[in-house]
């Protein structure tokens, strides 16, 4: 997927570009500044002394020296004042600078840290929210794909927004679902007895066929419905959007909604059947019918299920914010 939300550390990240969130200076004094430079070893820290300052939201280019990269980003975020310095734009412009760099480096492949998050005081959730737009935007200007992770070191440093409302959704659902499993028959035999077989015509007038049996299997399979494929060309049409509009909304590559279009072997995973009913804005029963067509469904025995069936019913179909409640929850994402 164009956007993945990963934990880990960054200096570990095999990609073409890491973006370090640095000070004026370069100096590599701490956070993950210090980690990068410790990592990259001592070369890193000798071209660093011959850089002139940064400014916040400039940035400055250095290899990759020991680190699984080809290159270095470095930037300089705001700190944060309360919000009232412009501290907002200038983090968008760090995350947007970098981008724009990379993409003049030939990068396809980037790592951000949650910039400013760490010393520089800015609310992580706020940080976040900030980086996953300005990702976005860049995103939907480029034709080529570029793979862009956005490093979050601890799941639980942060809060997304609707946790509260998401939290209550998932808790009493999962009760509802429970009380519905425990509930036995009052007669405890009548659990363990085997039921009795009813007789043929008894069986048929409480079952009737809706219709004749199938003369032949070459007749029954003249009666199947849609592909995926065929089904997401006809919502994409019926939306007004666009196929380019539609798979980057969906946090989709254009190589994986080519093979969806080209590949008749090729079946997606719920999570990019999912993307794309995010993508379409389709309803709850929009969305199982989408799901029907590669023989999957939405459960409350599954988290994930749940955490997209709640954004559904909310009417929030940023996929975004939804990745990001998928991933502090520890679900996979939606988009491939």
């Excluded at 405890?188 to 032949?216: D, F, G, L, T």
């Excluded at 997209?308 to 679900?331: C, K, P, S, T, W």
Aim: glycine fraction near 6%; charge should be neutral; aromatic fraction near 10%.
């Amino acid at each position: 997927m164009p956007l993945s939300i990963v934990h880990g550390d960054i200096t570990q990240m095999r990609v073409d570009v890491i973006v370090n969130p640095t000070d004026s200076r370069f100096s590599g004094s701490g956070g993950v500044d210090q980690a990068v430079h410790q990592a990259a070893g001592s070369g890193l820290a000798q071209e660093c002394r011959q850089r002139k300052a940064l400014r916040p939201s400039e940035i400055g280019v250095t290899g990759g020296y020991d680190l699984p990269c080809k290159y270095i980003i470095h930037t300089v975020g705001p700190v944060w004042k309360g919000g009232w310095a412009n501290e907002q734009a200038l983090l968008r412009s760090c995350y947007l600078n970098a981008l724009f760099r990379a993409a003049e480096l030939g990068a396809e492949s980037v790592a951000f840290p949650l910039i400013s998050a760490g010393t520089f005081g800015f609310p992580k959730d706020r940080v976040l929210c900030v980086a996953a737009e300005a990702i976005r935007d860049f995103l939907n200007l480029r034709d080529e794909d570029m793979q862009v992770f956005l490093c979050v070191y601890d799941r639980n440093a942060y809060r997304v927004s609707r946790r509260g409302e998401l939290e209550r959704f998932l808790n009493a659902t999962r009760k509802a679902t429970l009380e519905k499993g425990m509930a036995m028959p009052e007669d405890r035999s009548r659990r363990i007895a085997m039921p009795k077989m009813a007789e043929p015509a008894a069986y048929e007038e409480a079952m009737p066929w809706e219709a004749p049996a199938p003369r032949s299997l070459e007749d029954w399979l003249k009666k199947q419905d849609d592909s995926f494929a065929v089904t997401l060309l006809k919502l994409i049409d019926q939306k007004r959007m666009t196929d380019v509009q539609c798979y980057k909304r969906a946090n989709v590559s254009k190589k994986t909604f080519w093979k969806i279009n080209n590949d008749p072997k090729y079946k997606p995973s719920k999570p990019t059947v999912l993307a794309f009913a995010i993508a379409l804005e389709l309803t709850l029963p929009e969305t199982e019918d989408l799901l029907r067509t590669v023989g999957f469904s939405l459960s409350h025995s599954s988290t994930f299920d749940m955490i997209i069936e709640f954004y559904i019913r909310q009417g929030v179909y940023d996929i975004y914010e939804i990745n990001a409640a998928l991933y502090q929850f520890d679900q996979m994402c939606l988009g491939c």
